[in-house]
């Protein structure tokens, strides 16, 4: 089954840097990858989807096969991104299959 | 995107009684999707719920503990059967996987059994 781990349960770094969020990935064929993203008090919601290859929030992530990564970027952090951020892979074409969480927390 | 609508929004509950979460979608949707949030822990699927027939459960949940009803395309209950502390956990549905909207999410149920 297709799996995805992210590494860092907890990620802390200064407003202004650069921020990459890991995700690593099992599946043997073309994944469907996701970010989703859960701001305090608010309901999970979609950041990036892999095939769209869109920047939301100046977030971008590349699917690299060969690593199978997924990394979530930003070049320049900001106190508003401070939330819980999960890596997410598509099983079986329909279920949505999560990562444990990253809780990224942006220093003033 | 699809819009939930997830109540009840919370709840403490005794252990051993059992509660009802309702899942409305503003669309028709073919498929739904039951998520557990246990403290401190990622997003579990529970069972996915098909329209017209039986819900399909993932390794580690069952029927009789977590009865699952999707009576049209728009609605779904998820029960949480004779209550432990255990069970304390959000409770979230989900619908999706259409064009570039990727999974909409409720806002989740709270639970806590006492």
């Known amino acids: 089954a297709q799996r995805v781990t992210q590494p860092e349960k907890l990620l802390s770094v200064f407003k202004g840097a650069p921020v990459e969020l890991k995700c690593n990935y099992s599946?043997?064929?073309?994944?469907?990858l996701f970010w989703y993203v859960q701001y305090s008090r608010q309901r999970l919601q979609l950041l990036l989807r892999?095939?769209s290859r869109e920047s939301i929030k100046g977030f971008t992530a590349d699917l690299n096969k060969g690593e199978t990564s997924f990394h979530l970027k930003k070049p320049f952090a900001q106190e508003e991104d401070s939330a819980m951020y999960y890596c997410?892979?598509?099983?079986?074409?329909?279920?949505?299959?999560f990562g444990q969480g990253t809780r990224l927390t942006i220093n003033p | 995107s699809a819009v939930i609508s997830q109540k009840p929004s919370r709840d403490i509950c005794q252990r051993g009684t059992s509660l009802t979460i309702q899942c409305q979608v503003d669309?028709?949707?073919?498929?739904m999707f039951w998520y557990r949030q246990q403290p401190g822990q990622s997003l579990t699927l529970i069972a996915t719920?098909?329209?017209?027939?039986?819900?399909?459960?993932e390794s580690g949940f069952v029927i009789d503990k977590f009865p699952i009803s999707r009576p049209n395309l728009t609605f779904s209950t998820l029960t949480v059967s004779n209550m432990s502390p255990e069970d304390s956990s959000i409770y979230l549905c989900?619908?999706?996987?259409?064009?570039?909207?990727?999974?909409?999410f409720g806002s989740g149920t709270r639970l806590t059994v006492v």
């Open positions: 989900s619908v999706g996987g259409y064009g570039n909207y990727g999974y909409t």
């Open positions: 719920a098909n329209q017209g027939s039986e819900a399909t459960y």
């Open positions: 599946y043997s064929g073309s994944p469907e």
């Open positions: 997410g892979v598509l099983q079986g074409a329909q279920k949505l299959v």
């Open positions: 892999h095939i």
């Open positions: 669309s028709q949707v073919t498929m």
